[in-house]
T-cell receptor
Framework: DTEVTQTPKHLVMGMTNKKSLKCEQH?????MYWYKQKAKKPPELMFV???????INESVPSRFSPECPNSSLLNLHLHALQPEDSALYLC?????????????FGPGTRLTVT | KQEVTQIPAALSVPEGENLVLNCSFT??????LQWFRQDPGKGLTSLLL?????REQTSGRLNASLDKSSGRSTLYIAASQPGDSATYLC?????FGAGTRLTVKP
């Protein structure tokens, strides 16, 4: 199983809503990543979890709150978002144990903030 | 912080042509470099991963090379086809270049 799953596929939320994005992998990977991708732009790294600990936070606003409850699951909690936060949110995972540390990506959640 | 640059930003070629996409990075202390393909509105498909100890990696019509000391990688696509039309992205240390948008005309 080399799949990273993300739910929901699409999400529309108002600026006062609280919602969460979910990412799951069962490949035994120990690193998990959140990226934000705007239209016609490359993915921008937001957060990295290594061994369930937050290891990289790319100065992301506090209205985005990541959580890694266990080695297979990664959440992104959203609160008081702005319309400019509308984007494709991608999750990825990797082994983190060797140079052959290939990233596997999920299909993404397309978020629209109204 | 690793910075990744890709040139050209866009490339249009006739079907059958061989082509080269370029990727450069600022910090040569890398574990690996990964090339991806992304179709419009879709997720990322991994094409090739080159470990830092390797100089090249091949998969079908694709060949990627790595020169760690100069901070460069190239993706060579042989005998291009219209189905190769997509954006090609390279990633180093989980950070992406801006991509090359490739169009292969029939």
């Amino acid at each position: 199983d080399t799949e990273v799953t993300q739910t929901p596929k699409h999400l529309v939320m108002g600026m006062t809503n609280k919602k969460s994005l979910k990412c799951e992998q069962h490949m035994g990977h120990r690193a998990m990543y959140w990226y934000k991708q705007k239209a016609k732009k490359p993915p921008e790294l937001m957060f990295v979890y290594s061994y369930e600990k937050l290891s990289i936070n790319e100065s992301v606003p506090s209205r985005f709150s990541p959580e890694c409850p266990n080695s297979s699951l990664l959440n992104l909690h959203l609160h008081a978002l702005q319309p400019e936060d509308s984007a494709l949110y991608l999750c990825a995972s990797s082994k983190l144990t060797s140079a052959k540390d290939e990233q596997y990506f999920g299909p993404g959640t397309r978020l629209t903030v109204t | 912080k690793q910075e990744v640059t890709q040139i050209p930003a866009a490339l249009s070629v006739p079907e059958g042509e061989n082509l080269v996409l370029n990727c450069s990075f600022t910090d040569s202390a890398i574990y690996n470099l990964q090339w991806f393909r992304q179709d419009p509105g879709k997720g990322l498909t991994s094409l090739l991963l080159i470990q830092s100890s390797q100089r090249e990696q091949t998969s079908g019509r694709l060949n990627a090379s790595l020169d760690k000391s100069s901070g460069r990688s190239t993706l060579y696509i042989a005998a291009s086809q219209p189905g190769d039309s997509a954006t090609y992205l390279c990633a180093v240390s989980a950070r992406f270049g801006a991509g090359t948008r490739l169009t292969v005309k029939p």
